[in-house]
């Protein structure tokens, strides 16, 4: 068959005669022109990344056949086109997320970690083990993706882009997997302990040689599914830590199946001595249903946080010559005009430029009442609308999205380890050494004392101790804490936030915008020169003001005429704004600052929240109101209660501060510059208190750098959020008290893990080595203590 008029479907170029090379994508079969486009097409579609074929722009680089077999290496992954769907620049180095398969426990992730953080090229790499994915960030011109992949293959694990639809399918394999192991092990489990109950009463009965002999093989034959197919993870688990040179939990388990399972056969071929395959069947299986629960925790903790990519559209109508188009929503780039219907997704981050209706942010603020969106508002990628039509201008790409950075950050967060996780990954590694080194002391003992009960006393050594429950205590627990406080608008975007938050005992606030609503709206204009016209000066200000991201710039919006413009315009962050207009210097901010440009001393009115100077001349006072939050006494008054000291520290004037004498703050600092607030700040952490600063504005910048965690309205400017530790999305400041009770509760339930943990490891070995533990027993607490370390922290997500 001739395909000679036909292109390649992955690079565009002539398909020779006589080659037939199909690739099936999205269900229907597209031909290619070499063995090596057809091996990147099938690498493509085996990673879940086919929606790189239906919104690609341009056709791929065509391949040489020589290759394919690198493919198998990832090295499709370093196509620019296809990694710009799930790779983010970040201080000019590459930042991705990837998901790993075949990590059974917490000490996977630090191995991967360990290999990983060798690499001069990398970084810095977290791995979460209770969400099976991987924040990896490096030097894209020393290392390629594809390679980084390829080390985490060598060690034993499988490494690709994240994509949430793919995560959900990955789970729904894995959790295949294991009721397909279950169900064998199960079955053989019953038929092996029911010829175990003919071997016992055979003991009774002399039961003829042949038919003991018969039993046994059988019993033999039964048991070999168990200790290979349905315990063939801890064995790649052990095998891959053995290889990187580590010890990990898989390691004892390994040990004591195959020991058990090789005692047995002896016994059985050799006709000597006792066979406990019933013993090692039941072993297996309890160890498997222990693996099983745990991994439907961890996949239900690891779901939550994946949902949130659900909400990015594939697609988006685009307005080209005010016509519409359909294109990929990853093709959207800065200054794109969209229509977003009735019911549709928002497709970017942007802002509305023609209509109005109401959207549902309930994903990004965890507020289910819609919020009313009109022009010069703006809408966020992953929103619903609801009942108008919307244009909507973007204002970030894709991958720079609100929600895209909000999966990354929480990444990132969910990925931190304090110190006591970090402490105990140290130990949980020494303590698998400590086992073996145990087990093998407590096997020459009991074969000098009671030989017949030494190899089950060891094989209880070897399983009861595995500290599993000790590294799933921090990580559990921080991706639950995590995934709440998304789900309630509270995006935490540094790691240290849930450790350091529990130890803060002052709050440090920001007036405006932050206690008030930032609502402000124009009260009264003095004017000092009656030559100038009120209305014109107005639509000055606005034009001035529209430069500008502080709240009071939002009181002029009602009096912008885009006839009236204003040129050069700076923006000095905490004093004002100047520009010029038809040659005249017209600056407009703080009564102090504007005092310093005129020096007109005689100015006394301090009161107004706006000065207008022109030519260094003193034209108008203006006077702005604003009004307090309904819950910041109630918030104030709370953190009071629980021995927190409070301040406010504002740039705002006397007057405006004032208005907080009878608000439940320990000190009120007003017409403060960000030098000022930086100098309060530095004043507090030296007498010894932990500084949290809430804040939403430019000149807030300095002093989040300088506090413990910094706290950001959602309502703030974007140069507040960029620096801030945590974002309050739903705005509202109740939510502050709801970060401060979950940080304490993971702060709490970790420690609780680890106490759990450490009593059970502490407890048990001595009783294991004594022999008073079985290997049923053994088996039944490791998976128990697994198993309450995970369900004490899913009590986060309640």
């Not at 970030?396 to 950075?405: A, K, R, V, Y």
Request: hydrophobic share 45%; aromatic share 8%.
């Amino acid at each position: 068959m001739s395909h000679a008029h036909q292109d390649c479907f992955h690079c565009g170029e002539p398909i020779p005669a006589g080659i037939h090379l199909p690739v099936e994508i999205e269900g229907k079969s597209h031909d290619m022109c070499c063995i090596g486009c057809q091996a990147v097409a099938q690498t493509i579609v085996a990673n879940g990344l086919q929606d790189y074929y239906r919104f690609r722009s341009e056709k791929g680089n065509k391949i040489d056949a020589s290759i394919p077999d690198a493919l198998k290496d990832h090295q499709f992954v370093d196509d620019e086109n296809l990694q710009s769907e799930f790779t983010f620049d970040v201080d000019n180095q590459k930042e991705t997320i990837v998901s790993i398969d075949g990590m059974s426990c917490a000490a996977c992730a630090w191995l991967i970690e360990k290999q990983l953080a060798s690499h001069q090229a990398i970084s810095k790499v977290q791995v979460n083990a209770t969400t099976q994915r991987a924040t990896i960030t490096w030097d894209n011109t020393q290392l390629k993706l594809s390679a980084i992949l390829k080390t985490i293959q060598r060690i034993g694990y499988q490494a690709s882009p994240f994509k949430a639809n793919q995560v959900e399918q990955s789970n729904k394999q894995q959790s295949k997997a294991f009721i397909r192991r279950l169900g064998v092990s199960g079955i053989l489990t019953m038929q092996v302990m029911m010829i175990a109950v003919g071997l016992y009463f055979g003991a009774f009965s002399d039961l003829a040689e042949h038919n003991l002999t018969y039993l046994r093989g059988t019993s033999f034959v039964l048991t070999l599914p168990i200790v290979t197919y349905g315990a063939l993870p801890f064995y790649t688990g052990a095998l891959s830590a053995l290889r990187a040179r580590r010890l990990s939990m898989d390691v004892p388990v390994s040990i004591a199946i195959i020991l058990a399972f090789c005692a047995s056969t002896w016994a059985t071929f050799t006709q000597t001595g006792e066979v406990y395959f019933e013993s090692l069947a039941m072993f297996t299986f309890l160890l498997l249903i222990g693996k099983f629960l745990e991994f439907r925790a961890r996949a239900h903790a690891a779901q939550a946080s994946a949902n949130l990519l659900k909400l990015m559209p594939l697609t988006a109508t685009i307005l080209v010559d005010d016509a519409e188009q359909v294109i990929s929503a990853k093709r959207l780039t800065v200054g794109d005009r969209i229509i977003v219907k009735p019911g549709e997704t928002v497709a970017g981050d942007g802002v509305v430029i023609y209509g109005q209706s109401s959207v549902d942010e309930s994903m990004l603020t965890g507020e289910h009442v819609p919020v009313h969106k009109s022009v010069g508002q703006s809408v966020f990628a992953g929103t619903v609308n609801g009942d108008g039509n919307l244009t909507v201008q973007i204002t970030q790409t894709s991958s720079d999205s609100f929600l895209t950075n909000l999966i990354r950050l929480s990444e990132k967060a969910q990925a931190h380890k304090p110190a006591i996780a970090q402490l105990s990954d140290k130990i949980a590694q020494y303590f698998v050494a400590i086992i073996l080194l145990t087990a093998i002391a407590t096997s020459i003992y009991w074969y000098q004392h009671m030989p017949s009960e030494a190899f089950w006393i060891t094989l209880s050594v070897l399983v009861a101790t595995c500290p599993c429950a000790l590294s799933l205590a921090t990580p559990t627990a921080l991706t639950c804490g995590t995934i709440r406080l998304n789900r309630d608008g509270i995006m935490i975007k540094s790691g240290h936030v849930l450790e350091t938050m529990p130890s803060v005992d002052c709050f440090a606030f920001d007036k405006t915008g932050t206690l008030t609503r930032g609502e402000f709206s124009l009260v009264d204009c003095k004017l000092f020169d009656q030559t100038i016209d009120k209305d014109h000066l107005l639509a000055t200000i606005a034009a001035m003001e529209s430069h500008s991201e502080h709240p009071i710039a939002k009181a002029f919006i009602d009096y912008r005429d885009f006839a009236v413009n204003v040129e050069q315009i700076t923006v000095v962050p905490g004093s004002g704004i100047r520009g010029y207009q038809d040659g005249n210097d017209i600056a407009i901010g703080k009564a102090s600052w504007i005092k310093s440009i005129t020096g007109a001393d005689n100015f006394e009115d301090d009161d107004a929240q706006v000065v207008v100077a022109i030519n260094n001349r003193l034209i108008a006072a203006l006077y702005l109101g604003d009004v307090i939050r309904n819950d910041s006494n109630d918030v104030l008054q709370t953190l009071n209660q629980k021995q927190n000291y409070t301040l406010m520290i504002s740039g705002d004037n006397k007057a405006g501060v004032e208005a907080f004498t009878g608000v439940a703050l320990d000190e009120l600092h007003h017409s403060c510059s960000a030098q000022d607030k930086l100098e309060i700040i530095e004043r507090q952490q030296k007498s010894g208190r932990t500084v949290a600063v809430v804040g939403d504005g430019v000149n807030d910048s300095p002093v989040f750098a300088q506090a413990h965690v910094a706290i950001a309205m959602g309502s703030g400017t974007e140069i507040a959020k960029s620096g801030a530790d945590v974002i309050l999305l739903n705005n509202k400041l109740t939510s502050l008290l709801d970060l401060l009770n979950t940080s304490k509760q993971t702060g709490q339930i970790i420690k609780q893990n680890f106490a759990w943990a450490f009593a059970y490891n502490t407890i048990v070995l001595p009783l294991a080595v004594c022999g008073f533990i079985t290997p049923y027993m053994a088996v039944l607490g490791m998976s128990a203590s697994s198993i309450i370390v995970v369900t004490n922290s899913l009590r986060l997500l309640k």
